[in-house]
């Protein structure tokens, strides 16, 4: 679509406002060659002091009053005083059409246009923050106007532009269908942002049900908070869910950006984690979210360009904290941080822009809407990876302290006791229901050596690459335990064969073999297995181990055997009883019938 892109946002340019000497105003020409136009030429302005003047005093008054200024440049009015722009549209094609002139500033608060009728009569149509927008007269996101020109024909346009602040004044014109196709635009993209926001919440409520950790909670009211605050920036709020308020209208801008700023800190203070380590900066961190929310109602209660100073500097302090705890959690290696950075730094830099412009402290012109809603919509998946990474990290912890009583310190398996009971469970599943199962005592049988050449180190690495090949023969749910030193048990259930344990055991050996890498000189480890099978034997749970451990302790080390079983129990023919009819006494054959 031909079209040139408006410039969205506001600024505080003094310099570039100078006035320039009265003149005529120049006309803008409309063609159906160039659907779309974004008035970058000096337009004619003029800021009404007391800001009372009608359009018919403007009219009269407009060639001595009004002077040629830049379209970008900053107007500095507020609640009592008013911009007055002067435009002369020529339609130079041969035809006759409806232009759109647009205001694409959603947080206006009025712009009222003038434009005379068929019979003379100034026609007045507003819309803006403070209007209805059922009052409007081109109902959309921001300020509207239609204009009829007839073929070869010019017509006055006068815009009255209250606010309660200085601002940058943008203006769009746009043929019928080009406008058509710049509102669909708009619409789907926003509608595509919104409804991105609206699924990740859906799908962190589902993760809060099923796990009920309320940090996800939390964030699901985050992720609708920050679609309605996008929703409210972009004017969709104020179009379809409060179109008759106005007042709430206007207020959404700066409460709801206010109640943003503070969710997005506190969860950046979350996944910083800082209490621990600067903990006076991690309550300086809750505290500037807590301002944040808690200055929302001082719009209701104090004047608005009050309201507005306060806004300015809360937003402008406010990230910058953010900034620093996402830097000093950088240091301190925290794995979420980059995270933190990606989806942070940007809306940070963005506020606290606009902040210092709008507070005049930095010369140009704030980032607009659009801007703002981009670096808001990147903020809410990013900084979701940011606090997953972050609970998955507690979550870790957390499991590796409900095991520490559990597991060995070295290798991370059972402990000996543990194993027991697992051993335990097995025999009593072989006994009664006849489960298949081999319980197995391994034993790196060069580990004294490895210890007293190589060391201490050396020899602890060397049990954990042995628990690392250990893992690689066993299933998730084989439980195995470590039982002295260079000693490990396990338990295989679903064995039901020599061979097929003697298989699982051969890898075992033969990786054990292969030079371990990263030591020199080469170390390789030597392992020895004694086995039993359930299905052979049943042994007595308590004495299993120790019946191994002898088994193990007549091998040699360098055996050629290193798999050994222990041997099923003989069978035994049941002895007849005494009271059987056939004793002693009656030893003749069956009668033959």
């Known amino acids: 679509m031909p079209c040139l892109i408006a410039t969205l946002g506001i600024g505080n340019n003094p310099a570039s406002a100078q006035p320039a000497a009265p003149t005529q105003a120049p006309a803008i020409g409309l063609d159906a060659a160039l659907p779309s136009i974004e008035i970058s030429q000096p337009i004619r302005a003029w800021v009404d002091p007391r800001g009372d003047a009608g359009i018919d005093k403007v009219a009269r008054a407009a060639p001595g009053m009004f002077t040629m200024t830049p379209s970008t440049a900053f107007h500095d009015i507020d609640s009592t005083r008013a911009l007055w722009v002067h435009l002369r549209l020529e339609n130079a094609s041969h035809t006759g059409g409806d232009w759109i002139v647009t205001i694409p500033l959603p947080q206006v608060d009025r712009v009222s246009a003038y434009q005379r009728s068929s019979s003379g009569a100034w026609l007045q149509h507003s819309a803006g923050d403070r209007v209805a927008v059922t009052d409007w007269p081109v109902i959309g996101l921001y300020p509207k106007f239609s204009v009829r020109i007839d073929a070869r024909s010019t017509r006055d346009l006068y815009l009255q532009v209250r606010n309660f602040k200085g601002l940058v004044l943008p203006i769009r014109i746009d043929n019928a269908q080009s406008h058509a196709q710049w509102r669909d635009l708009e619409y789907s993209v926003l509608g595509l942002v919104i409804g991105a926001l609206l699924m990740l919440s859906a799908w962190c409520a589902g993760q809060y049900a099923q796990r009920r950790n309320r940090v996800e909670g939390w964030f699901t009211v985050y992720g609708l908070l920050i679609a309605v605050v996008i929703a409210t920036l972009s004017g969709l709020l104020a179009q379809f869910l409060w179109p008759q308020s106005p007042i709430w209208s206007d207020s959404a801008h700066e409460v709801l950006t206010l109640l943003g700023v503070g969710a997005t800190l506190l969860l950046v203070r979350y996944v910083c984690a800082l209490s621990t380590s600067h903990p006076l900066f991690d309550k300086l961190l809750l505290a500037g979210a807590w301002l944040a929310v808690t200055v929302t109602p001082l719009y209701w209660v104090l004047e608005r360009t009050l309201t507005s100073l306060v806004q300015s500097c809360v937003i402008g302090i406010v990230p910058s904290l953010g900034l620093v705890g996402i830097a000093i959690a950088w240091r301190r290696n ?252 009656r030893t003749g054959a069956f009668p033959i019938v």
């Open 334 to 585: 925290n794995p979420a941080a980059p995270w933190l950075a990606l989806s942070f730094a940007p809306q940070a830099l963005v506020l606290m822009l606009g902040s210092l412009q709008s507070l005049r402290v930095l010369p140009g012109t704030e980032p607009g809407h659009y801007v703002l809603i981009g670096v808001m919509a990147l903020t809410v998946p990013v900084l979701l990876h940011a606090v997953n990474l972050r609970l998955r990290e507690r979550r870790e912890v957390k499991t590796r302290a409900d095991h520490l009583p559990s597991q060995d310190a070295l290798t991370g398996l059972l402990t000996d006791e543990l194993f027991g009971k697992q051993l335990q469970d097995v025999v009593v599943r072989a006994s009664e229901h006849k489960e298949p199962a081999a319980v197995v005592l391994v034993e790196v049988v060069n580990y004294e050596r490895i210890k007293q050449v190589y060391g201490d180190a050396t020899a602890e690495q060397c049990l954990l690459r042995a628990v690392v090949k250990l893992h690689r023969v066993l299933r998730d749910v084989d439980p195995a335990g470590r039982i002295g030193n260079a000693r490990f048990g396990l338990i295989i259930e679903g064995i039901t064969s020599r061979q097929a344990l003697s298989e699982r055991m051969v890898k075992l050996i033969a990786s054990g073999l292969i030079p371990l890498p990263g030591l020199t000189p080469e170390v390789t480890l030597h392992f020895h297995v004694a086995a039993v099978l359930l299905s052979e034997k049943i042994p007595d749970a308590t004495s299993v181990i120790s019946e191994l451990a002898t088994l193990l302790g007549t091998m040699s080390s360098r055996t050629r055997r290193p798999i050994r079983f222990l041997e099923p129990e003989p069978t035994r023919p049941t002895p007849l009883s005494p009271a059987s009819t056939f004793g002693q006494d």
